[in-house]
């Protein structure tokens, strides 16, 4: 039943969470198409970067170099505008997010009452509305800005290389999975690190006792 209760109240959470961005939503579904798009044309310009080199400089072909550079500028332009409409909504909804809960902590100051506003020093209420809001606002926007940049990089990509070079497929899903069964063995890894290096120093440390007969012996020859 304590399980249950927590997840309750957890969900509960979710939705109160959920409803601040009941009114600028739809600044974040345009501001992450647009992220989508950017990252789609970057990775078709790195993908021209292969038909730049294998058709036009190894080929010696001139026109294909000059065609591929005009594609390459014009769909640069075109991810900056998707870049700069990615920036521009993603302010759009942090503000919305930051004057929302501006809005609500400013009423639920209202609602106190005098004794509560005794207790409450000014400062610590406008540091409630202006720096503590901000905060989460900045929050909020690199969030919408950076956060989904990487999944859609590791999926187009997944899915442009199956288009592209199918062949190649396998390595970028066998590399992941050769990394993650590195992170599992990275314990065991660091255990036989630290066994030969506690058998090294233990080589060590035996090494004065060897020594130490020969040196004197060494010693006492010569002042002998």
């Known amino acids: 039943m304590a399980e249950r209760s927590r997840q309750a109240a957890m969900y509960k959470n979710f939705r109160r969470l959920f409803a601040i961005y009941q009114e600028s939503h739809r600044a ?4 992450q ?3 989508l798009v950017s990252v789609l044309i970057n990775l078709v310009i790195v993908a021209l970067n292969g038909t730049l080199v294998n058709q036009g400089v190894q080929q010696g072909n001139i026109g294909v170099v000059i065609d591929v550079a005009i594609w390459m500028i014009g769909l640069a332009i075109v991810q900056t505008v998707f870049t700069v409409a990615n920036s521009g909504y993603a302010v759009l909804f942090g503000e ?10 400013f009423r639920q100051i209202e609602s106190l009452s005098f004794g509560n506003l005794d207790r409450f020093r000014t400062s610590d209420l406008l540091v409630r509305l202006t720096s503590d809001i901000n905060n989460v606002k900045l929050a909020v926007l690199y969030a919408v800005i950076i956060l989904m940049q990487a999944p859609f ?3 187009l990509s997944v899915i442009i290389t199956a288009l592209l070079v199918p062949r190649l497929l ?3 899903l066998g590399v992941p999975l050769l990394e993650r069964a590195g992170i599992f063995l990275l314990p065991l890894q660091h255990a036989l690190c630290a066994g030969g290096m506690a058998a090294a120093l233990g080589w060590v440390w035996k090494m004065p006792r060897w020594w130490l007969p020969i040196s ?8 002998g």
């Open 153 to 155: 990089n590791i999926v």
């Open 216 to 223: 004197r012996s060494s010693a006492s020859r010569r002042t």
């Open 28 to 31: 974040l579904w345009i501001s």
């Open 33 to 35: 198409i647009a992220l």
């Open 170 to 172: 396998w390595l970028m």
């Open 96 to 105: 919305g997010t930051a004057n929302f809960l501006r809005v609500k902590t």
